[in-house]
């Protein structure tokens, strides 16, 4: 056990905090699990350096004192905090290399939408309405072709920047949208199995240890269930 963070996998559907909802957030079930297993009194600290969307499975890292979420928080603030993801995808021609977007978000539906400046109507594949002219953060992603089965492909993607649903629409808007998102225009079924949840998780996270300096990597493999079954592990 680390003295100044933890390390989890966070499963689908789970909260990464909590919201007013009330459901299950993994940072409160990490913090009831130190209060237990070390007795401690009181609240007990426990920062949250990144953040998962709530379909969004994968690797999380919380930091066990205010130093080293501080520290953390800067490596990512700099990009020399490292987050891999990796996603199974409808279609078969994969863009692959850096993408760029720009986006705006509709708080109202709760969606990424593609700056009208730089995705035209005419080439915005999907028809999503496009924000404000000029109005976008930029976004940007390395994008890698792992593997092709039938109508999925999976992918690997490299953070360049941390915008809201960054993954979802940049990939749904070159007309790959990710396996199980409804919201973004994915079908519900492929060769008649049914996606269930979201296929997206955050795979590999790399980062400088807070206090030792060290180079620290930590991967997790590919679900058992459809439609990552469907692929080796990379």
């Known amino acids: ?115 009208s ?3 035209p109507d005419e080439d915005n594949k999907k028809g999503y309405k496009p924000g404000r002219p000029g109005g976008g953060k930029q976004a940007e992603l ?18 360049k920047t941390g915008r809201f649903h960054q993954i979802r629409v940049q990939l749904a808007t070159e007309g790959t949208p990710v396996a199980g998102d409804r919201k973004y225009g994915a079908v519900d079924n492929q060769g008649g199995r049914q996606t269930r949840q979201l296929a997206l998780m955050c795979h590999r996270i790399a980062f400088e240890h807070p206090t030792l300096r060290e180079p620290m990597s930590f991967t997790t493999g590919l679900p058992d269930e459809y439609p990552w079954d469907q692929f080796r592990h990379p």
């Open 1 to 115: 056990m680390d003295n100044h963070l933890l390390v989890v996998n966070k499963p689908a559907n789970m909260l990464s905090q909590r919201d007013r909802t009330g459901d299950r957030d993994l940072q409160s079930l990490m913090k009831q699990w130190l209060k237990e297993k070390y007795q401690k009194p009181g609240d007990v600290f426990l920062g949250l350096v990144q953040r998962l969307d709530r379909p969004t499975r994968g690797l999380m890292v919380l930091a066990r004192t205010s130093k080293a979420a501080a520290r953390l928080s800067d490596q990512i603030r700099r990009r020399t905090f490292l987050k891999e993801y990796l996603a199974v995808v409808v279609g078969k021609s994969i863009k692959t290399g850096n993408l760029t977007h720009y986006l705006d978000k509709d708080a109202s539906r709760k969606m990424a939408l593609v700056s």
């Open 117 to 119: 400046e730089h995705v």
């Open 142 to 159: 390395e994008l890698t072709h792992v593997e092709t089965r039938d109508a999925l492909s999976l992918v690997k993607i490299r953070m």
